[in-house]
């Protein structure tokens, strides 16, 4: 679900970005760091043939923002965000794209995460757009469910949570 972003007001720099550029940028396109719970592939092995096992799932230590909690998450969000304001030129864009996740079972609203933390660091909010998996079977949307959303129902109903 991207937010685009629009510069409002400067906050403080991104350090990767030389000096003499910021306040030039047109547009920066961005995404929180989730976690491994999101991030990463799936392999199965097959009926009756072990564990489901994730693949390149691990970001940097555990000091990275993607190991904290949502609400840490967010604090750090809003000063990425802060950096990204401060690059861009006037009516220049902060592209986001973020979706909501489970975390131990619980929905994490990483979308409205992102506006907080967009309107905290000084931006404004431009515009919201949603996308959903889903197929067309004739002439009719089919909804996807992810792996790990049939993953924690199943899990859900096995422990007796309808």
């Not at 685009?4 to 991104?14: N, Q």
């Not at 030389?18 to 396109?29: C, D, F, N, T, Y």
């Not at 907080?116 to 949307?141: D, P, Q, T």
């Amino acid at each position: 679900m991207p937010a685009r972003w629009c510069r409002a007001t400067p906050g403080s720099f991104l350090p990767l970005i030389p000096a003499q550029l910021h306040g030039r940028i047109a547009l920066v396109v961005t995404s929180p760091p989730y976690g491994p719970s999101t991030h990463g592939q799936v392999r199965t092995p097959g009926p009756r043939r072990g564990k489901v096992r994730k693949l390149h799932h691990r970001y940097g230590g555990a000091s990275n923002l993607a190991y904290r909690d949502p609400n840490e998450l967010a604090d750090g969000f809003t000063q990425i965000l802060t950096g990204c304001a401060a690059i861009l030129r006037p009516g220049g864009i902060v592209a986001v794209t973020a979706r909501p996740y489970r975390r131990h079972g619980e929905l994490v609203d990483i979308p409205g995460m992102v506006v907080a933390a967009g309107l905290s660091a000084g931006l404004r909010l431009h515009e919201e757009c949603a996308a959903l998996i889903a197929g067309v079977r004739h002439g009719r949307l089919v909804s996807h469910a992810s792996f790990f959303q049939q993953k924690n129902v199943r899990a859900a109903i096995a422990g007796g949570d309808p």
